[in-house]
């Protein structure tokens, strides 16, 4: 939906500022930049909240709050800055996108989290793919709903509220943390299996049985509210220090602190920040090298959603035989490739002339966006692998706090260079890349995940085979 959400504003937002409010381009940037300067704020925020609370859904019903309101104050379109203002708000809500890779995270194993977050991330491209297609009806519409007009400009807004709605319903009655389902699957596993061993075995004594009737699974198949609710009312491991005095809750922040400044963890994050800043340059030469419009830029990145779905599919495959770092390194290699390229086809290209510059352009993009896939699921799964499961929500949080960051400076950058000082433009984005690329081989050795950690915690009937008579809730 929020991939979805962008396809379906961005095409208009223009005109829309324009048209109605006389804006000049600096208010356009405004708007595009107050979206992802919310999503940096409140992708840590709302991370480290699910870390508390352990209740994801909680949290992306609140997210789809702001996207609601933010929906609806574009569709008003009171003035430039009452848009400039419900992008931001509906930023706020993007922030939940960390939460939800965090959930993933928890509730896969390490062998096959990549091919997951590979399907996952698919379909969020997919919505980038199919949004621009639901303008073809909504610039037919115009009517009034008492003092605000509906139009091609305002709908976007109106439509999106309508489906954030729909959603809002989907996932109160629809959608369960993904962890407390591993928790609720593994728990029926393992009471089916300990009623087969019961069948052999002498009979409990009467309190162990009390405490056994606690534990109540459902005859039939599917996910049962009562169920879950037990399963997620069922008590936590207590960890062996006392995070409650200010010593030891000092120590556990000092931890978590330092395991985002271990080597392997910065090169990562600088990596998915070169990535993204990349990407940025694209839009600027469209216009100045080819004279493309609003029709062919949607058609362009309509295409390369394609791809890119196609390439994680290709993921999906290849996770199961290729390693995370591995990715990453066939990810970047492909992106340093398009950056050299770039710097030395760019140069002798002749502004306005799309004739001779559309092949070139057309193979250096295409080839670029095959590679950035590699890096957006290898990245974050090995991330995910690498920091701990306690933090995940604030990890993945930062991680997507960098990743806008390249996101807002790459437009900033390419912009203000790509008529004027091409070669220092890319140059600059050559030398990010070398940078990066040197970081991923000195930290190559660490770029796995420890072997003691490779399925997600959850807890059992039976801790081990010579505790398997103590029952969980004794």
């Given at each position: 939906?929020?991939?979805?959400?962008?396809?379906?504003?961005?095409?208009?937002?223009?005109?829309?500022?324009?048209?109605?409010?006389?804006?000049?381009?600096?208010?356009?940037?405004?708007?595009?930049?107050?979206?992802?300067?919310?999503?940096?704020?409140?992708?840590?925020?709302?991370?480290?909240?699910?870390?508390?609370?352990?209740?994801?859904?909680?949290?992306?019903?609140?997210?789809?709050?702001?996207?609601?309101?933010?929906?609806?104050?574009?569709?008003?379109?009171?003035?430039?800055?009452?848009?400039?203002?419900?992008?931001?708000?509906?930023?706020?809500?993007?922030?939940?996108?960390?939460?939800?890779?965090?959930?993933?995270?928890?509730?896969?194993?390490?062998?096959?989290?990549?091919?997951?977050?590979?399907?996952?991330?698919?379909v969020r491209q997919l919505g980038l793919v199919t949004g621009p297609a639901c303008n073809l009806f909504l610039r037919a519409l115009n009517f009034q709903i008492r003092d605000f007009a509906v139009d091609k400009f305002t709908s976007p807004g109106l439509f999106m509220a309508l489906m954030w709605l729909v959603l809002q319903v989907f996932v109160t009655f629809l959608y369960w943390d993904l962890p407390r389902l591993r928790l609720q699957e593994n728990l029926?596993?393992?009471?089916?299996?300990?009623?087969?061993?019961?069948?052999?075995?002498?009979?409990?004594?009467?309190?162990?049985?009390?405490?056994?009737?606690?534990?109540?699974?459902?005859?039939?198949?599917?996910?049962?509210?009562?169920?879950?609710?037990?399963?997620?009312?069922?008590?936590?491991?207590?960890?062996?220090?006392?995070?409650?005095?200010?010593?030891?809750?000092?120590?556990?922040?000092?931890?978590?602190?330092?395991?985002?400044?271990?080597?392997?963890?910065?090169?990562?994050?600088?990596?998915?920040?070169?990535?993204?800043?990349?990407?940025?340059?694209?839009?600027?030469?469209?216009?100045?090298?080819?004279?493309?419009?609003?029709?062919?830029?949607?058609?362009?990145?309509?295409?390369?959603?394609?791809?890119?779905?196609?390439?994680?599919?290709?993921?999906?495959?290849?996770?199961?035989?290729?390693?995370?770092?591995?990715?990453?390194?066939?990810?970047?290699?492909?992106?340093?490739?398009?950056?050299?390229?770039?710097?030395?086809?760019?140069?002798?290209?002749?502004?306005?002339?799309?004739?001779?510059?559309?092949?070139?352009?057309?193979?250096?993009?295409?080839?670029?966006?095959?590679?950035?896939?590699?890096?957006?699921?290898?990245?974050?799964?090995?991330?995910?692998?690498?920091?701990?499961?306690?933090?995940?929500?604030?990890?993945?949080?930062?991680?997507?706090?960098?990743?806008?960051?390249?996101?807002?400076?790459?437009?900033?950058?390419?912009?203000?260079?790509?008529?004027?000082?091409?070669?220092?433009?890319?140059?600059?984005?050559?030398?990010?890349?070398?940078?990066?690329?040197?970081?991923?081989?000195?930290?190559?050795?660490?770029?796995?995940?420890?072997?003691?950690?490779?399925?997600?915690?959850?807890?059992?009937?039976?801790?081990?085979?010579?505790?398997?008579?103590?029952?969980?809730?004794s």
């Amino acid at each position: 939906m929020l991939r979805f959400f962008q396809a379906v504003i961005l095409p208009t937002a223009w005109l829309y500022l324009r048209n109605n409010f006389n804006a000049n381009t600096e208010s356009l940037g405004l708007l595009l930049s107050a979206f992802s300067l919310a999503g940096l704020i409140s992708s840590p925020i709302m991370g480290r909240i699910c870390d508390k609370t352990k209740n994801t859904r909680a949290v992306l019903l609140a997210a789809n709050c702001f996207e609601i309101v933010g929906s609806i104050m574009y569709f008003m379109g009171i003035s430039t800055w009452f848009l400039i203002g419900s992008r931001f708000i509906a930023g706020i809500g993007t922030g939940v996108e960390a939460c939800l890779f965090a959930d993933i995270a928890r509730a896969t194993s390490k062998e096959e989290r990549t091919g997951v977050m590979s399907i996952f991330m698919a379909v969020r491209q997919l919505g980038l793919v199919t949004g621009p297609a639901c303008n073809l009806f909504l610039r037919a519409l115009n009517f009034q709903i008492r003092d605000f007009a509906v139009d091609k400009f305002t709908s976007p807004g109106l439509f999106m509220a309508l489906m954030w709605l729909v959603l809002q319903v989907f996932v109160t009655f629809l959608y369960w943390d993904l962890p407390r389902l591993r928790l609720q699957e593994n728990l029926q596993q393992e009471q089916a299996a300990y009623n087969r061993n019961s069948l052999n075995e002498p009979s409990l004594p009467a309190p162990a049985l009390e405490n056994q009737s606690s534990l109540v699974f459902p005859p039939t198949p599917g996910v049962e509210r009562k169920t879950l609710e037990q399963a997620a009312s069922l008590p936590r491991p207590t960890p062996s220090r006392d995070f409650d005095s200010p010593v030891a809750s000092s120590n556990q922040m000092i931890e978590t602190v330092e395991q985002f400044l271990r080597e392997e963890i910065v090169a990562i994050i600088t990596t998915a920040f070169v990535a993204f800043f990349n990407q940025a340059m694209l839009t600027p030469l469209t216009k100045e090298l080819l004279d493309w419009g609003e029709l062919e830029n949607s058609l362009f990145f309509a295409v390369a959603g394609v791809e890119i779905i196609l390439v994680f599919l290709l993921i999906r495959f290849l996770s199961s035989h290729l390693k995370d770092r591995t990715l990453i390194v066939i990810g970047f290699t492909i992106e340093c490739i398009t950056v050299a390229f770039f710097l030395w086809f760019l140069p002798q290209c002749v502004p306005h002339d799309p004739r001779g510059n559309l092949p070139g352009f057309l193979i250096g993009c295409l080839v670029d966006v095959f590679g950035l896939p590699f890096l957006a699921v290898a990245s974050t799964s090995l991330f995910s692998k690498i920091t701990q499961p306690e933090t995940q929500g604030l990890a993945q949080g930062i991680r997507r706090l960098f990743v806008g960051l390249g996101v807002i400076l790459g437009p900033l950058w390419a912009g203000s260079m790509v008529s004027r000082h091409l070669y220092s433009m890319l140059g600059v984005m050559l030398a990010l890349n070398l940078i990066a690329a040197m970081m991923l081989v000195l930290s190559f050795r660490k770029l796995q995940p420890p072997e003691d950690n490779s399925v997600p915690t959850t807890p059992s009937l039976h801790s081990n085979d010579s505790h398997e008579r103590q029952h969980l809730l004794s």
